[in-house]
């Protein structure tokens, strides 16, 4: 008689342990790509309202700068809410701008100038813009001379 051996069965496919490891790897990296992404859209969203912020508050100074002198102190607490922005011609702009507001401060200011030793007159402007729920978005200050005869 033959000795009867048993030879081993090559395994096929995949044991549940495997699979359920496997997934439980796949769900990981999925998750934390997705949370990547996220991340990632919330910055780029507060990216842009920053931007959006920046140049609401430096329209809004250049067209104070280009007052006549006389005039610059009247904006001091002026104030556009959220959602109250409007442009030149008085319509209201839309847009991102929607969710901004912005205020104005005039602050009579002595500048010295240590180089020239000389002390110049004038104000300072500070345009803040602020978004719905309060928060400084951007801040601009600009020294604007007196301008002298």
Same mark, same amino acid.
Do not use: D, N, P, Y
């Given at each position: 008689m033959h000795p009867f051996t048993l030879q081993p069965i090559p395994r096929r496919g995949l044991a549940l342990l495997?699979? !359920? @490891? %496997? &997934? #439980? @790897?796949? *769900? &990981?990296? &999925?998750? %934390? +790509? *997705?949370?990547? +992404? !996220?991340? #990632?859209?919330?910055?780029?969203?507060?990216?842009?309202? *920053?931007i959006v912020a920046s140049i609401a508050a430096e329209s809004m100074l250049a067209s104070i700068s280009q007052e006549p002198w006389e005039t610059i102190d009247s904006w001091h607490g002026y104030s556009e809410g959220v959602g109250e922005i409007v442009d030149a011609t008085g319509m209201s702009i839309g847009g991102d701008w929607n969710a901004i507001g912005r205020k104005v401060a005039v602050i009579e200011t002595d500048l010295f100038v240590d180089t020239l030793q000389v002390f110049i007159t004038g104000r300072t402007v500070s !345009? *803040?813009?602020? #978004?719905?729920d309060g928060r400084e978005l951007a801040s601009v200050d600009r020294f604007i001379p007196e301008p002298k005869s």
């Open positions: 495997e699979a !359920v @490891i %496997a &997934v #439980g @790897i796949l *769900t &990981v990296s &999925v998750a %934390a +790509i *997705t949370s990547a +992404i !996220v991340s #990632g859209q919330q910055q780029s969203l507060q990216s842009r309202s *920053t !345009v *803040t813009v602020f #978004g719905k």
